[in-house]
């Protein structure tokens, strides 16, 4: 659906894009609908592609503006099964500064690092190595 849209509506002679979303790895099983309760796992029904949040799934380059092939972008994002936007580099480090201004001004002295540290609620027992190492990025990090 993606790759369709986009080689029919974007001019491949002067654009390109790279897809940073790997093909689907994932399989999703199910049962039939009649079927009653246990007796195994159903068969494969379909493939699928886990995306994390914030994450950049198609790069378009080549001679272009933004606003050409911003149409098409928001047409693919809006076919999507999750909330996507089009977004250029100005308008992606603008949304990095916002974060970090935000993170910056924060009066709350109880943060992800802080609470690790101190062993607020045992909360080092639940947490992985994964997360101690990388808790000055916050929990939202994973």
């Known amino acids: ?14 654009v390109f894009a790279i897809w940073r979303v790997d093909p689907p790895w ?8 009649g079927a009653k309760m246990g007796k195994g796992k159903g068969g494969i029904d379909h493939w699928v592609t886990p995306v994390k949040a ?17 149409k098409v972008l928001e047409e693919v994002a809006h076919n999507l099964p999750f909330p996507a936007r089009a977004m250029n580099q100005v308008m992606m480090d603008q949304v990095d500064n916002e974060a970090e201004l935000i993170r910056q001004e924060n ?20 947490a992985s190595p994964y997360d101690i190492e990388w808790s000055h990025q916050g929990p939202k990090f994973r």
């Open 1 to 14: 659906m993606m790759r369709n849209t986009i080689n029919r509506k974007l001019d491949m002679n002067r």
């Open 26 to 33: 994932k399989s999703v099983a199910s049962k039939g609908v």
């Open 54 to 70: 914030n994450r950049v799934i198609i790069e378009c380059g080549g001679t272009l503006e933004f606003e050409e092939v911003k």
């Open 107 to 126: 009066t709350n002295p109880y943060t992800w690092e802080w609470c690790l540290k101190n062993n607020i609620m045992n909360c080092q027992y639940y």
